[in-house]
C-alpha cells in the first residue's frame, strides 16, 4: 500500500514517471493488484494509449481488490 499511495502522490503531483515506476513495482511483487492496473489504466488514458488503458482497466476490475476489483474501473 505504501508504494502504491506513494505513486498516487507523485502521479498528483504531474511526476508520471515516477508514479509510473512505483505501480510497476507493486505489480512485479502482486501482478493481480487491482489499485496498481487501475493507477496505470489511469495513467494510459491521460497519455492517450486507450488500447493499454483498457487492458489495465480490464485487469483492475477483475482483480482481487474486495473480491471483484476496483469497481471505479468499471466507469
Do not use: C, I
Request: aromatic share 14%.
Amino acid at each position: 500500500h505504501a508504494r502504491l499511495n506513494l505513486g498516487a502522490l507523485y502521479d498528483t503531483q504531474g511526476k508520471r514517471e515516477a508514479a509510473k515506476q512505483q505501480f510497476e513495482w507493486v505489480l512485479k511483487l502482486d501482478p493481480a493488484n487491482s489499485w496498481a492496473n487501475f493507477y496505470l489504466g489511469g495513467q494510459a488514458y491521460r497519455s492517450g494509449q486507450y488500447e493499454q488503458a483498457v487492458n489495465f482497466l480490464q485487469a483492475a476490475s477483475a482483480g482481487k481488490a474486495g473480491m471483484g476489483g476496483v469497481s471505479a474501473a468499471y466507469y
